[in-house]
């Protein structure tokens, strides 16, 4: 749990606490979002039954770009690019269909795309943004404590914003405590909702 | 003659003469399952033989090993089918105490999880009571476990074992009405049971069974079946054709006092029922043949000496 500067687990009940700290952090780590939390704060109370977190993001890694992935050589009437990393592979192809046609795209081999009579120039190619990595992981993030949520607890409040996020879930239909409580937890690290 | 519950495993070469041994000393073969060169038997047989077998078996690598669990059906409930409670520690589970020789059924509730919503319905109900003891896996929250309980063991009739997060004693003071056994600090968690702590906390839980089982066996033995499920299998196995064409993995599924035969009700019931055991005694006069909730299989029950003054 290096990773993370703040990671608390409060709850009513010690050892049922305890548990929740290990899913917790089970599952963050599977969906590799240690990483990406700054401070966590995890409030359960069973008894309401009220679950509660709130956290801090750090800020997201900026857009992946062509040159990130593959390194681009410029040749007589075309454009060879050597590909490095195969996860973009696909939303970059995607890309260069729109944008030049399929005519001049061509993939002779899994790690080679060779761009054909294009007016663009090799740094142009280069600083072409094909992913924004940010958007996945809000969808983990989601998914990540829909999971770590009781099961049961099917009501739910969730607030994703770029720097801060707060989820609310209880069985019953929420309150003001809830959002009483968020203003808590997120004083408790020392920030404001 | 006392039949014991054994597990022999060995290599494929000659094991035929091992299910021939099995078969002439009296016992039964409740399981049969080649994993590449490697077999495994699990079977009934007789308490005095078994070092018969395992002298014969030894110069074919076979190992024979006592498996309390042989011949029963276990219900393991799971809470629901999410992501929250599978593959752990419910198929954990599951498949633990299949790897010892029990059948499990993973039994999930459409409305299990939560506190005030949680319940059970009549089919889930009749389903667990089909099978020889239920584990319950619950959360880790003693206010959830205390609060749903009772609803849950609501018409439950077989043996129940319970696992959740708090300790066992919590679990023995909070949970109305009492169950047979208690497992604690096993709740909820999300990752795959491979600790030596974890693997001695299913260890645990297959004792709790044995030890809530072999209890129930002694009851039984107080008044016995008039006829051994196992033995049963066999003759249902040879005269009823149809189940050799069946393709679930244990087309009849010996429990402690009956047989799930997987054949579908309507047709074969009455079959069922005119098969004669021996001396002119049929199934019918021994054992209720009654409609399963799991699909449309046949549960048989066997009717205890009491009952039928016959035992053969």
């Known amino acids: 749990m290096q990773a993370i500067e703040y990671f608390e687990v409060e709850c009513t009940e010690k050892l049922g606490g305890e548990y929740y700290r290990q899913i917790t952090n089970d599952v963050l780590l599977d969906h590799n979002l240690l990483r990406v939390i700054h401070k966590l704060h995890v409030y359960i109370d069973p008894r309401i039954p009220i679950f509660v977190a709130v956290g801090i993001l750090k800020k997201v890694t900026t857009l992946v770009r062509v040159s990130d992935i593959a390194n681009v050589n410029p040749q007589e009437g075309k ?37 054909t009579g294009i007016t663009a120039s090799s740094r142009e190619i280069e600083e072409m943004a ?13 998914y990540a404590f829909r999971c770590i949520c009781p099961e049961g607890f099917r009501v739910r409040s969730e607030n994703y914003g770029a720097e801060k996020f707060s989820f609310i879930a209880s069985e019953d239909t929420l309150t003001d405590t809830g959002l009483s409580l968020v203003k808590e937890k997120f004083a408790l690290m020392g920030e404001t909702p | 003659m006392i039949l014991v519950p054994i597990t022999y495993k060995g290599g494929i070469y000659r094991h035929n ?39 014969i078996g030894k110069p074919l690598a076979g190992e024979v090993i006592d498996s309390p669990l042989v011949g029963t059906e276990i219900a393991v409930v799971s809470m629901s089918l999410e992501i929250h409670h599978l ?173 799930r035969v997987k054949l579908p009700y309507d047709t074969y019931a009455d079959v069922l029922r005119r098969v004669e055991i021996e001396d002119g005694i049929k199934i019918g006069d021994v054992a209720e043949i009654e409609p399963s909730r799991m699909r449309d299989y046949i549960i048989l029950r066997v009717k205890p000496f009491s009952e039928t003054n016959t035992v053969i």
């Open chain 2, 17 to 55: 003469e091992i299910i021939d041994l099995i078969e002439d000393l009296g016992g039964y073969i409740v399981q049969k399952h080649m994993i590449a060169q490697e077999v495994v038997l699990q079977c009934f047989v007789p308490k005095d033989d078994v070092e018969l077998i395992r002298s």
């Open chain 2, 87 to 259: 593959p752990h520690p419910s198929c954990d589970i599951a498949e633990y105490v299949r790897r010892i020789g029990a059948k499990s059924n993973m039994v999930s509730l459409a409305r299990g999880p939560g506190k005030r919503i949680a319940g059970i319905n009549d089919e889930e109900r009749d389903v667990i009571n089909e099978h020889d003891i239920a584990v319950y896996l619950l959360g880790n929250f003693e206010t959830c476990i205390e609060h749903k309980m009772p609803l849950l063991l609501r018409g439950v009739e077989v043996p129940v074992v319970l696992c959740g997060g708090p300790e066992k004693e919590t679990l023995k003071r909070i949970v109305e009405p009492a169950v047979d056994g208690y497992v604690g600090n096993v709740g909820r968690f999300m990752h795959r049971t491979k600790e030596s702590e974890e693997l001695t906390k299913l260890d645990e839980i297959v004792a709790e069974i044995t030890r809530v089982l072999e209890k129930r066996r002694e009851e039984l033995a107080k008044d016995p079946l008039s006829v051994s499920p196992a033995r049963l299998m066999v003759i249902i196995r040879e005269q009823v054709p149809a189940i050799l064409a069946v393709t679930s993995p244990t087309p009849l599924t010996v429990q402690m006092s009956g047989l």
């Open chain 1, 79 to 115: 454009m060879t690019l050597a590909i490095s990393d195969e996860t973009y592979l696909a939303p970059m192809l995607k890309i260069f269909w729109d944008r030049f046609g399929k005519d001049h795209v061509d993939q002779p081999d899994r790690f080679t795309v060779i761009l």
């Open chain 1, 130 to 142: 094909i992913a924004d990595p940010s958007e996945a992981l809000y969808k983990d993030l989601v």
